[in-house]
């Protein structure tokens, strides 16, 4: 039954993308090795495209695009972009022609990097790609972006641009509203109630609609933003932002303290899209006692997150925890060498115990 929440995201406009709502999975031997009951939101099963949070936060934009005649979609992210990859299999899906522009974050890459993984798809997919030599300066990759859309307009196109940078309104997000309202209901089905969700934060997209929406609905469950790209300082003013803008959009201000965000960015070093042995053994962990895939950039390092909270006391053992499977799969095959070489030093003991 449509909720008065679900009645107010309706008035947006979507294109219905990807298989919802996704599974809710308990992970025992992962949760009993940390001392907690953990489940997973398997977004990475959202269908399109190898899935992933990509493919709910693109409906609205594609919606939009779609009810102002857009015949060509735009889109700027990194190289190996999650993101990138999921708007260029939905533009074609909707016959729109795509140009992605891949942003220079991540320093000293190979060759593997930028040929494999998303990019491979990118172009499996038909996308006109572009590059930006910058990886930090949202507002110029985008205003890059407007001047190539504006070049495809004067030649007859109808250009429809998804932004980068917090200035523009974040319509993707309200997929995540919806993701809040999904577990809701199946955790109502389980007769469960979580301590605690844990999720990435980058774009924000994720974070500010998983925490928005879980508020609008009434639930005060802790959201845990493990921080992918910036400081976690930075990170909470950006979900502040993105979190106050869709609570208005949604007509539910009310919804949102700005106090309400937690960004942590012990794993974030030495920086976006970049390992380090926490993520590694995380990643690992994840594989061998759940034969779970998590990705190098986002999930492994939420992961590696997760096992710090509760490692640190900020999740309490014994806490029944969610955990955001944000897919991101593709990329993991980018990071072949850095990833297979570690592996081939590591006793196939390891990951069984904390």
Not at 59 to 64: A, D, K, M, N, R
Not at 256 to 276: C, E, T
Request: aromatic share 6%.
């Amino acid at each position: 039954m449509p909720t008065p929440l679900s009645k107010t995201i309706e008035k947006f406009p979507r294109v219905r993308l990807g298989h919802s709502p996704t599974p809710l999975d308990a992970a025992p031997r992962l949760g009993a090795s940390l001392g907690i009951e953990l489940w997973i939101k398997r977004d990475d099963c959202t269908g399109l495209a190898m899935g992933g949070n990509k493919v709910r936060q693109i409906e609205f934009p594609l919606g939009e695009a779609r009810s102002q005649g857009a015949d060509t979609l735009l889109i700027t992210s990194a190289v190996q972009s999650n993101y990138v990859r999921v708007a260029a299999a939905a533009g074609r899906k909707l016959g729109m022609e795509v140009h992605v522009q891949l942003e220079e974050r991540v320093p000293g890459v190979d060759a593997l990097y930028r040929a494999s993984g998303n990019v491979l798809l990118d172009r499996l997919f038909g996308a006109k790609l572009h590059t930006f030599p910058v990886g930090e300066d949202e507002p110029a990759a985008d205003a890059s972006l407007d001047l190539l859309a504006q070049s495809l307009a004067d030649e007859g196109r109808r250009p429809y641009v998804i932004h980068l940078a917090p200035a523009h309104p974040p319509l993707g997000a309200l997929g995540y509203v919806i993701a809040a309202e999904d577990v809701l209901t199946q955790a109502r089905d389980l007769d469960l109630e979580f301590d605690a969700v844990v999720c990435p934060t980058g774009s924000a997209l994720t974070h500010a609609g998983l925490l928005v929406g879980l508020r609008a609905l009434g639930k005060e469950v802790p959201v845990y933003g493990v921080c992918v790209r910036r400081d976690a300082g930075s990170q909470v003013e950006r979900v502040r932002k993105v979190a106050a803008e869709l609570a208005a959009m949604i007509e539910r201000p009310e919804a949102f303290n700005g106090d309400d965000i937690q960004a942590f960015d012990g794993v974030l070093a030495p920086g976006y899209g970049r390992l380090n042995d926490a993520v590694r053994e995380a990643i690992a962990m994840a594989a061998r006692q759940e034969g779970l895939i998590l990705d190098p950039v986002y999930t492994g390092k939420t992961m590696a997150g997760l096992i710090d909270h509760v490692c640190s006391g900020v999740i309490a053992e014994g806490s029944r925890v969610l955990f955001i499977h944000t897919g991101g799969l593709p990329a993991l095959f980018a990071y072949g060498d850095r990833i297979g070489n570690w592996l081939s030093e590591v006793p196939w003991g390891q990951g069984e115990d904390r």
